[in-house]
């Protein structure tokens, strides 16, 4: 139990908003409460932190991502199963977006703490009950072991170091609890060659043209391609990037290879079929698109110890 759920449960009333996020600051955290949003007064600009606030600062742009990638019944299953009961939990989404995770699930956790680099996709996930904090994730203004589940949904490959953002994230998770990661691409998987490239390159013409997808005028696409930081052939995340940056922190890892319209039977080690144009695309450069390695994404779960050298 993280030291906020002792305090809740300790107390006969109902805790501020404000006061949840206040308890959960470190001690000289540099927060600007003037506003509608908790700002972290430290956060420096940077390439990755002005893409992403450039896209999701605007409603239309935002939305179309939000309900064309997360809002399929198998993301829900994946993460339904992969979260548990959250009725009694602190939890932390970093890189929440517009309320990329909990708004979908349709469920309350006891406390429920949304960061994020854009306001604007921060004003919306408030809505959905989240408690909004604009903060940098590699370095977040919260304390260590704050939360019982942290949880990372397309997130990492938008930030520069995604090794630091993974041990901040650990940081967060208090001894027994939980971190999930999920919907970053998996690195060969999109390792795109020869032909394949040529196809990978030639997409967002047929998107612009067909008007498909979250891409479907030249400055979205633009914009969006400017935050997917990590998203490129030969670019993503890994198994190992995983486990280097996890296990030393006491962390038990497992690692699920998925295509995205697999649900919770990831957890059970299925992984699902990509999208024909994927399929393809792999072939064309010369890879098995049945393999795990071809598989578009990887769910991480990282359980921390409860006590040192129980991982």
Sequence with gaps: MT?????????????????????????????????????????QMSEGIAAHSRYFGNLNWMMGYFNYVHRDPAFRERWTAALGDVTDKVVVEIGCGPGNVFSTLGVKPKVLIGVDVAAGALEQARTTGYQPLLADAHDLPLSSGVADIVILNATIHHCEHMVRVIEEAGRLVAPGGLLVSDHDPQRSAWDFKGPG????????????????GFHSSHEEQAAVLASELHHRPGDGVTHELFEKTLRPMGFDVRIFPHNHKTGGEVLKGERGTSALK??????????????????LSLMCLARLATSPGQA
């Design 278 to 295: 994927f399929r393809v695309g792999q072939i064309l450069s010369g890879m098995n698109p049945n393999a795990p390695e071809s598989a």
């Design 197 to 212: 490239m040529w196809l990978w390159n030639a997409r967002l013409t047929f998107y612009y043209w067909s008007k498909r």
């Design 3 to 43: 030291y906020l759920n002792k305090v809740i449960k300790s107390q006969k009333y109902d805790i501020d908003p404000a006061s949840e996020l206040r308890l959960m600051l470190k001690p000289d955290a540099v927060i600007d409460w003037s506003g509608p949003i908790p700002i972290d007064a430290t956060i």
